[in-house]
């Protein structure tokens, strides 16, 4: 059907921009603001919801939420010391929330007074995160709620007249802090909207396209998910015609693609996660502090995404004081030393056509060199893993990133088993796959019965 406000492009952008956010893969997500300070505790007692929705959870009154800007002093915040947490995290991009749905802005915004620049400080928080991971070679990327709690014109629903004159004021008020940020940040590689599912965003799929347009002709190669976008008729990510709106796929919040199907690599796509069970923002309360995930699980996301083509954003809360939680530290750096050694499995590749789902990991594909790589994350009981090789390729060998070593050599068969050795203490194993073509294809392999 004919869309004035639908997709832009029917298969998957192929520039530079874009094939560099691709292969970057591992991304640190940042939610900071003034729910760092609560930090999910209010009135002495633990609200056990996610941090960042704390003001609507304990219905906390505006004044008393706005005072927290005078406590906000970023006693502890040091913009190089969060980059190093990338750094060890083997991050390749950070996305910082630029304004959560509370609307207190990291920056000295000209459009509203509740911002960086009525805080103790008046420190540039954006500016100082750009400088800090661009220096290290990490791109930046702003997250932006355009839900905004705060903001009087905001809507939920638009029931009358009054209520679209009103919104009509916030969706301008939202683009010109937009064209604010791209103004003051040009560096800035992408833009991740959020808080845009209610009605009355929906029913100004207009505005979503022209924020897209605006961003990429300010901001060329510029990245935008696809929770930014509604369609003519409110359809959102996908539009009303089947077409991905915006550069990636971003519903996976706090899940994967489950169970594994090789569909989801038709298109770009990125799943963000949290460090505890279900909280973005820092929450110190054992609810969250209890359920924190361990750096082999973070791994296995990581090689869940990348063998189905996405990225995966793993979330930091850094505390009130701007320091960032020692736990979430020692997380960051363990993952980071398997990816030291394994990255070559991660970084760059995607999905491996022809290699089904094994069950015991994923298999993961380099996008330049065509190498498969074996990512074994949950190894079986047994020791031994099954490997079955696409039709008409037989196994030279299998390495094992780190030490080389060729533990498995020219096995010749289509399906064979794998004995993996000990357990490894460094965390999940890796193997590049190395095969090749088949002199004499074996016939096709005989089908099971049906039974
Ligand atoms: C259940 O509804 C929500 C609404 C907003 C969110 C926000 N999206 C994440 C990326 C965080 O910013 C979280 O606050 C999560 C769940």
Redesign the pocket.
Known sequence: MELKYGASREKPREDAAMQRFRGHRVGQFI?WGLYALPAGRWEGKDVEF?A??LPRVAKVPQQRWEALANDFTLADFDAERWADTAVALGARYMTITTK??DGFCLWPSAHTDFHMGNTPSGRDVLGELVAAYEARGIDVNFYYSVLDWRHPDWRFTLENDADNLAFARYLDFAMKQLEELAERYPSVKGFWF??TWDESVKANGWWTWEVERMLKERLPGVVVNSRLRADDLGARHVDSNGLLMGDYESGY?RRLPEPWDRSVAARDWEA?MTIPQAS?GYHQGPWAQSTLKHPWDVVDMIAHCTSLGGNFLLNFGPRGDGSMAPAEVEIARTVGEWLAVNGEAIYGCGYAEGWDYPGWGYFTRDSSTGKVFAVVTRAPASGRIRLELPTGLELVGLRLLGSGEYPFKGLADSVFEVELGGASNAGPRVFAVETSALAHPASEKEPNPDV
Do not use: P, S
């Open positions: 939610h996610a960042e929705f959560h749905h959020d808080g919040e963000c973005w």
